[in-house]
């Protein structure tokens, strides 16, 4: 991938924070889980200097291959 850090040259290790929404159905005598959206990337940083990394500078086929990653595909 071509990917990185701006700020110290890092190109191997990236950290990628997802949101994701769980609904949690309460009433019976145990919690259940109703629904889940898949996880989204919100935030991408440099793993060694914690710089923010422009996910912009994916292109449409690396950001494919990253939300297979995670599972959001
Ligand atoms: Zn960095």
Redesign the pocket.
């Given at each position: 991938m071509a990917l990185a850090?701006a700020?110290?040259?890092?190109e191997k290790s990236f950290q990628v924070k997802t949101l994701q929404m769980h609904v949690v159905q309460v009433g019976g005598a145990e919690l259940e889980l109703s629904d889940q959206s898949a996880p989204a990337v919100f935030e991408l940083l440099?793993d060694?200097?914690?710089?923010e990394v422009d996910f912009a500078i994916l292109d449409a086929e690396q950001r494919r291959e990253l939300m297979l990653l995670l599972g959001a595909g």
């Open positions: 850090c700020d110290c040259g890092n440099c060694e200097c914690e710089t």
